[in-house]
C-alpha cells in the first residue's frame, strides 16, 4: 500500500449505497483518503466532491472488471484498498426460502466477494504490488443462529474465501481480512429493529446490552486497510458485543 504521508491513499467500496459503506466513506474522507463508490444504482450513491461514483454489478466478472478499471482510471492506479460491502440480508428458515432467493443470496454476498477479488488482485498483479481486502461476513457464519441458513451459507463461503485468498495473494503484499458483524442498525435491518419491544430483544441476544451501528463496523474496516494493520491478514474479526466469544452467567430469579 502507498504509505507516503503526502500522497491520497485510495480506496474502492462496493456496496456504497449501503449504511456501513456511508459510513466507513465518511470516516476515510475524513482520513484524506480518496474514494471509487460503486453501486449498482448510481443515482443512490452520495458521492463528495472528490469522490468517483461507478455504476456497475460487482457480482459478475464483468461488472467486477468495469468498476476497477473506471477506478483505475481517475486513480492513475488500483486501488490501494478494496472493501466490499455489497451483500443482502435474508433472514428465514430453509422451507421458506425460495431458490430464486437463495441464488440472489449467495450472489450479492458470495459471488460479489469472489469477483471484486479475481479483478482486484489481476489489477495488483498488473503493477506488481500489494493492497488491502476487507470482506463482510456474519456471526451467522460462525455460530448456528435460526432462520439464517442462505446467508450462513453465504457469509461462510466468504470466510473460507478470506483465508485462502490471503494465503494465495500473500506473495503480492496483499492482505485479506473480514469482518463478521452482529445485527447492526442500518436502513438494510431496519425492519428487525422497527419497535422498542423489537430492539429491546435483539439487543438482548448480545452481552454488551445493545444491537451494533454501522460506525461499529465502519470502524473497524478503516482500520484494517489502513497501515495501522500492517501486519494482519487472513483474520475473521467479530463485531458483535460479544455475541459469538462471550457466554454472561443467566440470573433466574
Not at 465518511?26 to 469522490?51: F, H, N, Q, T
Not at 481480512?177 to 422498542?196: H, Q, Y
Amino acid at each position: 500500500m502507498n504509505t507516503s504521508p503526502d500522497v491520497s491513499q485510495t480506496c474502492l467500496i462496493t456496496g456504497a449505497s449501503g449504511g456501513v459503506a456511508t459510513a466507513l466513506a465518511a470516516m476515510l474522507r475524513a482520513e484524506g483518503w480518496r474514494l471509487a463508490l460503486v453501486g449498482r444504482d448510481r443515482g443512490r450513491l452520495a458521492p463528495a466532491e472528490s469522490d468517483v461514483a461507478i455504476e456497475a454489478d460487482v457480482s459478475t466478472e464483468a461488472g467486477a472488471r468495469d468498476a476497477f478499471e473506471t477506478a483505475k482510471a481517475a486513480f492513475g492506479q488500483a486501488p490501494d484498498a478494496v472493501v466490499n460491502c455489497a451483500g443482502a440480508v435474508l433472514i428465514a428458515p430453509i422451507g421458506r426460502t425460495s431458490e430464486a432467493q437463495y441464488r440472489d443470496c449467495l450472489s450479492a454476498n458470495l459471488d460479489t466477494a469472489f469477483f471484486v477479488s479475481r479483478a482486484y488482485v489481476a489489477a495488483l498483479q498488473a503493477e506488481k504490488r500489494g493492497g488491502a481486502l476487507v470482506f463482510f461476513s456474519s456471526v451467522a457464519a460462525g455460530v448456528g443462529v435460526g432462520n439464517h441458513p442462505a446467508i450462513a451459507a453465504a457469509k461462510g463461503g466468504v470466510e473460507a474465501l478470506t483465508r485462502a485468498l490471503a494465503a494465495d495473494a500473500s506473495s503480492l503484499g496483499l492482505r485479506v481480512n473480514a469482518i463478521a458483524p452482529g445485527l447492526m442498525d442500518t436502513p438494510a435491518t431496519a425492519k428487525f429493529v422497527s419497535s422498542d419491544l423489537a430492539r429491546r430483544a435483539v439487543s438482548a441476544q448480545y452481552p454488551l446490552g445493545r444491537h451494533g451501528t454501522a460506525d461499529d463496523a465502519a470502524a473497524l474496516a478503516a482500520f484494517l486497510v489502513s497501515p495501522r494493520a500492517g501486519w494482519i491478514s487472513g483474520q475473521i474479526i467479530a463485531v458483535d458485543g460479544g455475541f459469538l466469544g462471550v457466554r454472561p452467567a443467566v440470573k433466574v430469579s
